[in-house]
């Protein structure tokens, strides 16, 4: 398992209470956020079952549930996974699933955990997932042609980011999220600010953490950072054109080391992010990246 998936998965064990500096300080060792709450989880909880490569992977969350659908089209009929993440960290089975596009519909099959299939007659444009009696709409798009290389364009301009700030909600169910404000300058410096809650500061080897405002500084060591960070990884299976605007390309995407599924916002001029959306097992994550290239202010914090 990669460090950053070992930073989400102790992230999600926590208590749905303790959005705090432990949370974030997870993150700070890979350089990105781990979810703010979840259930407790154990080692004995089945990874999702991932849907076989080669589909359109699209995700959405519903509740406390995370939905994956992965679309495939062939011989006159669309190929459906839906992979339903829980709570708990792991794939939620047990589940009534059913997939209803084009005026029918399939009552889909379990094929592992938390992964349903089956398949609709057609090539319906609209893909209704039922899920315990909730319903998850998807729309598929006419094309989608594979975007690995613009996956790795945007990657490599993202890395070559002199410093940049990142806008995140961060959630774990429709009632429970945070608001935080990252400001990264490369190579190794960061801050962040939890809205109504803690601040830290990282500079090469050294880091600084307060609970809140009202708090003093506390300095500890820090392993260095490699920043900016491509948060989706270094594997994108299923990278994938889904739609654009004159300004943007919309790509979709399936990291499998979490599992994580991505929506990427990609500026069509300078191939970086405008804005990132993650669904991961009780980590639903909505980034807007922006001052790209400013002059940052990164500085050990004075104390009081």
Known sequence: MSQ????????????????TLPVLALVLRSGHA???????????????????????????????????????????????????????????SGLQVVFRGGGGSATARPCGSGCYSAALRGSPRRVVVLVGGTT?????????????????????????????????????????????????????????????GSDAVVIGS??????????PWVESGQTPLSLPAVPWGGRAQDARLVGQTPRLWIVTLLDPDIPSWFELRIDKRTLRPTEVRMIAASHFMRDRYSRYDEPLRIRPPRAR
């Open 34 to 92: 781990a979810p703010p709450a979840a259930s407790t989880t154990s080692d004995t909880i089945a990874k999702p079952r991932l849907p076989p490569p080669g589909g359109v992977v699209l995700a959405r969350e519903s509740g406390r549930l995370g939905v994956v659908l992965s679309a495939r089209r062939a011989r006159g009929r669309l190929g459906l996974t839906a992979t339903v993440l829980s709570p708990s960290g792991g794939g939620a």
């Open 4 to 19: 950053r998936a070992r930073s989400i998965a102790a992230g999600a064990a926590l208590a749905a209470a303790v959005v």
């Open 206 to 215: 050294r880091r600084w953490d307060r609970a809140s405002h009202r708090e």
């Open 136 to 196: 998850v709409p998807f729309d598929l798009p006419r094309r989608a042609p594979s975007a690995d290389a613009l996956v790795r364009r945007s990657a490599r301009a993202l890395r070559s980011t002199r410093s940049l700030m990142i806008d995140e909600r961060l959630a774990s169910s429709p009632t429970r999220s945070i608001l935080a404000r990252f400001e990264i300058a490369a190579p190794n410096r960061l801050t962040y600010r939890i809205a109504g």
